[in-house]
């Protein structure tokens, strides 16, 4: 199973560590996920530095394309805005951008239960309560329209 952290354009270290942190790679290995996918944007990580048995790990700073990892993986941990609500979702509000429309969005979609939320300090535990099955899906029709009326209020760009 795949975990897919994508940053996109920007920055969003604490995500980024916090998801390299032993309780959230053990809460993803206790899930039975096997690959770790990290895009981690505009910042510098020792990518040699994180290895783990059972747990095949991948940084990359820009990927050329993140639809594959979108639509491969079994869960997106993201910043509000990212990908697309579409994909089996966890969404870490960048706290430092309070406030903004994406969040909005992103916390009215975790209320009707097609996205969960999380905070930082909390990453573990969501990813050990994540159950894709469990939130409500789109109708494919609605789906896309609604994918665009989501990715057009979200400016949405990777
Ligand atoms: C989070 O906010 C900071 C400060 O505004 C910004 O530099 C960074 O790119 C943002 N990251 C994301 C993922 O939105």
Not at 84 to 96: K, M
Request: proline fraction near 4%; hydrophobic fraction near 45%; charged fraction near 20%.
């Amino acid at each position: 199973m795949l975990c897919f952290v994508t940053v996109g354009t920007f920055s969003f270290d604490l995500l980024v560590r916090a998801v390299l942190s032993e309780p959230v790679l053990d809460a993803l290995q206790a899930r039975g996920y096997t690959r770790l996918v990290i895009q981690y944007g505009d910042s510098e990580f020792d990518t040699s530095v994180v290895t783990r048995t059972g747990l095949d790990i991948e940084l990359w700073a820009r990927k050329p394309s993140l639809d594959q990892d979108f639509r491969r993986a079994d869960l997106v941990i993201g910043h509000a805005g990212a990908g697309t609500i579409l994909d089996p979702l966890i969404v870490v509000p960048n706290e430092s951008l309070l406030h903004n429309h994406q969040l909005e969005l992103a916390t009215a979609l975790a209320a009707s239960n097609h996205l969960r939320t999380s905070t930082i300090a909390d990453l573990a535990h969501s990813v050990t309560v994540f159950d894709p099955a469990a939130l409500a899906t789109f109708e494919p029709f609605d789906g896309s329209r609604f994918r665009a009326l989501v990715d057009e209020e979200m400016g949405f760009q990777l």
